[in-house]
């Protein structure tokens, strides 16, 4: 399949720059962002979830409703729905989208986080009973027949789904990168996620994805699609990205910085070293305790290595926000960033995942001067012709 670009649909025009406190969904921004989205050829947007926050079933079938081509992912957390309601809510969803709709799971890397929603399993718990919850809603979109179940976590008797998925089925996604992430995404998922880490930092861990599904049997044209995830800084020349990088820094460390829960973990000078992955708003070490997800835990622990890797990965962003979800940037002009995606390409990557830190401006920065580069490389790559691409001649 051809590589694809993700997005993520927020509910209004906040951001981390300029963070609205206590904002409502915007439905004329949330109308007009998904529209961008469909016109400038993003494949698909990701409905976010967090324990506070918006519904991501009805602002995905608000996008779902005013666009034509872009595919809606849900997040989920399995604990916040049975999995028979969860099988009906995706198969409806995707049959009023024409099949526009990919499930992604969120296992639940902090216990405090999903503690506020009564969620008290232990990790370990929560990816067992994931395992189980993606092999129910998989027999509930194939089986004409009523079934039961009995396991640790679920037990129903003779259930009986009427609500099919247009394709006969939903597309599965899973993130992580703890072991028990590996074992259920490369044994059970269509797409595995991962954050951007460095090339060989990815390569490991496609490695381990691809060494899980082989041990459960799956041929290398059934394994997962791989999702990488970044945050582009993009300018007309790579001095102006730069600039606007530090700029972008400047912000989120100050905006960090009001907020003792998540500290500027790294000085400006850049040689600090962080304690636990977290600093007092005045810059002192604190004694907090770190993120407990692993992802977030190896984001912290490359950074601390430096701050640039590999052509354009910038690190910084992550320090400065404790390494909360998707937070490694590329920082580069259009030419750069799009020669930094090919080589995440080139490592087996079929998804990527761009969002920025202005939403709107970035996601239409991106359709403009991204996504055709990227696709045009890859075009040229197909065609039978002794013309090599200008990335091929580098």
Request: no cysteine; charged share 25%.
């Amino acid at each position: 399949m051809p590589v694809e670009f993700i997005s993520l649909t927020p509910p209004n025009a906040s951001t981390e720059l300029k963070p609205l406190s206590g904002a409502g969904v915007d439905v004329d921004f949330l109308v007009r962002y998904s529209k961008t989205l469909d016109d400038y050829g993003f494949n698909y947007t990701l409905i976010p979830y967090g324990s506070s926050g918006f519904d991501p079933w009805t602002i995905g079938a608000t996008v779902a409703a005013h666009t034509k081509n872009i595919k809606v992912i849900i997040a989920l957390r399995p604990n916040t729905l049975y999995p028979t309601v969860a099988a009906k809510a995706l198969a409806t969803l995707d049959q009023l989208s024409k099949g526009r709709v990919v499930v992604h799971f969120i296992a639940g890397g902090s216990d405090a986080e999903q503690a506020k929603e009564g969620d008290f399993l232990t990790k370990e718990q929560r990816y067992a009973r994931l395992e189980d919850y993606i092999k129910i809603l998989r027999r509930a979109w194939k089986s004409a027949d009523p079934f039961d179940w009995e396991s640790e976590h679920y037990k129903f008797k003779q259930f009986s789904n009427s609500v099919r998925p247009t394709k006969g089925t939903i597309p599965v996604s899973v993130g992580g990168s703890s072991d028990d992430a590996y074992r259920i995404g490369g044994s059970l998922a269509d797409i595995f996620g991962l954050w951007g880490e460095p090339l060989k930092e990815t390569k490991e861990q496609i490695d381990r994805v691809y060494a899980e599904a082989k041990k459960a049997g799956r041929a290398d044209n059934d394994r997962p699609r791989i999702w990488v995830t970044f945050r582009p800084i993009i300018a007309e020349t790579d001095e102006l990205a730069w600039a606007k990088a530090h700029r972008h820094l400047a912000t989120l460390k100050a905006n960090s910085g009001a907020s003792a829960a998540n500290g500027d973990s790294k000085k400006p000078n850049g040689d600090a070293k962080p304690v636990n992955g977290k600093r007092k708003a005045n810059g002192e070490p604190s004694s907090a305790p770190g993120p407990q997800n692993v992802g977030s835990q190896r984001l912290l622990e490359i950074a601390s290595r430096g701050d640039v890797h590999d052509r354009a990965l910038w690190y910084p962003t992550v320090t400065a926000t404790g390494a909360r979800g998707a937070s490694t940037a590329l920082v580069g002009s259009p030419n750069t960033l799009a020669d930094s995606i090919l080589d995440y390409v080139d490592l087996g990557a079929d998804l990527i995942s761009i969002r920025g830190y202005d939403n709107f401006n970035d996601a239409v920065d991106y359709g403009r001067y991204i996504l055709p580069r990227v696709r045009e490389e890859l075009a040229e790559r197909e065609e039978p012709s002794p013309k090599r691409s200008k990335r091929s001649k580098a």
